[in-house]
């Protein structure tokens, strides 16, 4: 037991600061400006497939990089960090970007293989049509003749 008195006692405070402006400018903008730029494809005419998909692929495998390098640059722990999730959702627009267009094109090509369709299927109809009424002309009306069958 300690006899009542007067101690010397020593007492910190220690006050840690992040500093914000470098994720800010390494990690949160650039992040950003990858799923702006995957949006461009948005813009794009739908004909353009080559720039379409180059735009969608370049952006996902940038994005991929830069997720990589931040968890590289980071202690590796065995729980879901925030710059986790914050990559995470930039990731699934980025993605997201890409297969819009995949399902935007897959959309066209059937909406024009289905007009291809009715105008052939319209065609034909017209040229039986015609070939029909071709049939009777000359000698009047067309008439058919029946003929009967027996079943036994």
């Not at 940038?62 to 959702?89: E, F, R």
């Not at 930039?90 to 297969?99: H, I, R």
């Not at 299927?121 to 015609?130: G, P």
Request: charge should be negative; glycine fraction near 6%; charged fraction near 20%.
């Amino acid at each position: 037991m300690l006899s009542p008195g007067a101690y010397s006692c020593l007492k910190v405070d220690l006050l840690f600061k992040r500093e914000f402006s470098y994720y800010l400018l390494t990690i949160y903008i650039p992040c950003c400006m990858l799923v702006i730029v995957s949006w461009v494809s948005f813009w794009l005419d739908q004909n353009a497939v080559p720039a379409r998909v180059s735009l969608g692929v370049t952006t996902l495998l940038t994005m991929a990089t830069q997720t990589s390098g931040i968890n590289q640059s980071l202690p590796p722990v065995s729980y879901t960090k925030a710059i986790d999730v914050w990559t995470g959702v930039c990731l699934t627009f980025v993605f997201g970007a890409l297969l819009e267009f995949a399902l935007v094109n897959y959309a066209s090509r059937s909406d024009i293989h289905r007009e291809k369709q009715k105008k052939q299927r319209r065609q034909w109809e017209f040229e039986h049509q015609a070939a029909i009424e071709g049939e009777g002309e000359g000698d009047g009306p067309a008439t058919f003749a029946m003929k009967e069958e027996t079943w036994q």
